[in-house]
């Protein structure tokens, strides 16, 4: 369909999850383009369609990232506080994220591909420099489910923000587009699977905040 | 597939554009609670799953929305430039984005199902209060994708955030939520098809900004 395989929607939607372990073989150029075609199928704002999607596979641009991506989680993210968490309640599911996103953050540039997905800031003065985040986030989603159909895993960070000023330096990323989410994309190590989620009927209110839907509605 | 119908990815993510014009038939509550659970599985932020999907379909809701939303637009949106931009360039893709949403904002209060997808503000200090609006878009996107595969129109718009405080009086909101998209849900009058997009390769750069990927990759 559209010149990708078949893949079922909700498989798709129900087993894409963060894969953060993912093999260096290298992806296949025209399967990145089809990808990115599914990406940009997503709704944007009045459809300006104001997102770039700046690829990097080249061994020194990776390195490059994979440096400072490591310094940033050890510097920023990775606290004593997460630490200990992590040695306190090894078996929770928070610390297998936590070990996920380590592994993430010592391995970053062993993905073949790297993606910074970038979207324009606006230029009217009451929201003038912000990024237009709600016009590039579907057509995230849209690209990791895509990927998920080819087999390959996604993930997506914003640890690059630490060191956004070299990386768009070096990429040549100029300031009217914020370099908001960095994907690295590969084959995953690991298998794919339902996500540990809330029940849906915790997160829905009808009517008013805090009215929960009649139970029978959940079995249907 | 995990209790919803069979559905090709792909023709959901290539035919998933914003329906305006919605039939007032009402929509089974147990497939609107199978939608918001594919919802559910989008990534967050650390997987905080900051969402709440607030429901309102009782016509008196509906009527109060309906009636600030056309307000809104008239007031905010449809602006002199725009009338005339739609007099003299009727024909374009822009003046029938338009006219959709004309018809959206004159009868938001018939589609039967009015969803207010709110999300968690941050609490930190560098963000507090800034509504977490990377945890909320990739669930959106899979609403939407879900709601395809029902047959269910849906469109994005954040309009109402011009009368955000009389919503959230009325349906609860409290202040740690921003209450950050509306989504009219229903059967859609007009039919499916892909969206006007730009090629893939038009937003793609490889390695650096303004480098296009090499043309061969995009035939593939």
């Known amino acids: 369909m559209y010149g990708h395989p078949e893949f079922d929607l909700f498989e ?12 260096p073989d290298p992806v296949p150029q025209e399967i990145i383009m089809k990808i990115i075609e599914a990406a940009t199928m997503a709704p ?8 770039i999607f700046l690829l990097v596979s080249s061994p020194e641009n990776r390195q490059f990232i994979a440096e400072r991506y490591k310094e940033a989680w050890e510097k920023y993210y990775f606290t004593a506080e997460k630490k200990l968490f992590l040695e306190n309640h090894p078996a929770t599911p928070e610390a297998k994220n936590l070990r996920s996103a380590i592994y993430l953050a010592n391995h970053i540039g062993e993905a073949p591909l790297l993606i910074f997905a ?11 420099g ?7 986030y579907p057509a995230i989603q849209n690209l990791c489910l895509a990927a998920r159909a080819y087999g390959l895993g996604t993930a997506i960070t ?5 060191f956004v000023n070299e990386i768009n330096q070096r990429l040549g990323v100029p300031p009217e587009y914020a370099n908001e989410i960095l994907i ?11 996500p540990a989620r809330k029940p849906a009927t915790d997160v829905t209110f009808v009517e008013r905040w805090g009215a929960r839907p009649h139970p029978r509605s959940h079995d249907g």
Chains 1, 2 share one sequence.
Request: with cysteine; hydrophobic share 25%.
């Open 130 to 136: 912000q990024p237009m985040v709600g016009s590039i």
């Open 158 to 162: 914003s640890l690059h923000k630490h």
């Open 184 to 194: 690295p994309l590969g084959y995953p190590r690991g298998r794919w699977g339902r």
């Open 44 to 51: 944007s704002n009045s459809n300006r369609q104001p997102w």
């Open 118 to 128: 970038c979207v324009k800031r606006y230029s009217d003065p009451t929201r003038a």
């Open 12 to 23: 798709a939607i129900y087993t894409t999850r963060a894969m953060r372990r993912l093999k």
